[in-house]
Structure formats: C-alpha cells, structure tokens
C-alpha cells in the first residue's frame, strides 16, 4: 500500500468523521440538488426576456409556500431532508459493517474470565495459588474487555463517526488488541472510505464537482459540462466552443 493512498484513506475518513454532524444540521434545511437545476434553467430561459423570467420564478415560489402550507390537502413535503438523511443511513450502515467485518478478522479476542471451580486443591499453598491465578485471570478478563481501544458489536459505540475513527486508527496502523492489516483488508477500508466521502461531500455541497449534462450547447451543439460544487455558484461550460453561463450571466 502506498503511502499516497494510505493518506487519502485517512483523509477520507476523517472528512466522514468531522462532518457528520454537519450532516444532522442539515436535514432540517431545504436543500438543493447536483446538478442544480439553476444551471439548465439559465440555459433554457435563453430567449426569455426578464419580465418572463421573473414571473416564472414567483409562480414557482408560490407553489413551493403551498406544498408546504399545513392547510393544503394532499401531499407536503417531508420535514425531514430525505437526501441527506439517505445519506447518512447509506454510508452508516457501509461502515459499520466493515468495521465489524475489520474487527472479526484483526481484532484479537480477550481472556475470558477464569471458570468456575468445583473443587479446590486440598494444600493451602496450592490453595492460594489458584485463588491468585483466577484474581490475575478475571482482573485481566475485565480489563481488555473494557479497552476503549476494541471495537464493539453492541452499544452506543456503533455510529458512522466512531467507525471512521476506528477504521482510521486500524489505517495508521495504532498498536492495539489487534494484528496489522493485510493488502486486502487496506483495500477494502480505501473503496468504503472514498465511495462514502464522496456521498458526504455531495450531501453537503462541500466537494467538487463536475458532470456532463444532457443537453446541448444551444450555440454550436456541443457537449456541455456543469462545474461547480464547495460551495461555489454552478457554471456550464460548453466543451467544443468555450461558451459558458452562470445563474447571473448568460455568456
């Protein structure tokens, strides 16, 4: 494993871990969709004049303030951001169950508690022997068993956050209650990391991105692309003769 990759990884999954909560701030806000629709619409609205543009912008305000009126019958829209809460379910369930695939193949198990006796030796030395060897054995049980360093099947351990941290750590190679990752197992941690970094950031509007959009140029009828993404304004640009429109200019 290079060491480039390596860093990626970790980059990937921290981004997961410092803006989960990110994530939960934005379900309650209204939300935009990539590509944004603004980009096409400024290219279709081309031979629009302002006035008409205008008055379609306010008919569509007064639809969206009617889905949203309590008193209107039929369907409102859900209080809930449903892309960004898909989100969050996808990329937690992704990296919990690797984490748990990562833990029952690396994580070593821990002593388990010295089993009960039935009988103990007749000597008294012998006697106190035992009875200081299943001490050190519980004692020890105990304490591995509480290692906040191991990884968890149950309890309040098992969030996205958490298992990005744990991954990432299992990444670094931190010594633990664990053997080092093999080629294989690194791999598989890089593919979760970056396919979920990705939904993350495009949740949030806080990557890049670029896509090749359906229509044509209405100049030349070439191929158009939308850039745009962390939080700047979305531009099309046409791929053949340079033209290009934002949502406050046409050329």
């Known amino acids: 494993m290079t060491t480039t990759a390596t860093h990626t990884t970790e980059r990937h999954l921290f981004t997961i871990a410092h803006h989960w909560r990110d994530l939960r701030e934005h379900l309650a806000t209204r939300g935009t969709t990539w590509p944004p629709t603004m980009g096409i619409g400024t290219i279709s609205r081309r031979d629009q004049d302002e006035e008409q543009a205008e008055a379609a912008t306010w008919r569509a305000e007064a639809l969206r303030a009617l889905e949203r009126d309590p008193a209107q019958p039929g369907w409102t829209a859900a209080p809930l951001r449903l892309d960004v809460l898909d989100t969050m379910v996808t990329v937690e369930a992704g990296l919990l169950e690797l984490a748990d695939q990562t833990a029952a193949a690396v994580q070593h198990a821990p002593i388990t508690p010295a089993p009960a006796r039935r009988s103990w030796p007749d000597d008294p030395r012998a006697r106190r022997t035992a009875e200081a060897d299943d001490r050190r054995r519980n004692q020890l049980a105990l304490r591995q068993g509480k290692d906040p360093r191991r990884w968890r099947y149950t309890g309040e351990q098992r969030t996205a956050p958490l298992a990005a941290l744990w991954l990432l750590a299992r990444t670094q190679g931190v ?22 970094a990705v939904l993350v950031e495009r949740a949030l509007d806080v990557g890049d991105g670029r896509v090749r959009l359906a229509a044509l140029c209405p100049v030349c009828a070439g191929p158009l692309d939308m850039h745009g993404g962390a939080g700047a304004a979305p531009v099309v640009r046409c791929a053949d003769c340079g033209r290009t429109w934002s949502h406050t200019m046409h050329d």
Request: aromatic share 4%; glycine share 4%.
């Open 175 to 196: 010594r633990g209650p664990w053997r080092p990752l093999t080629d294989a197992e690194q791999h598989r941690i890089d593919t979760v990391a970056r396919t979920s």
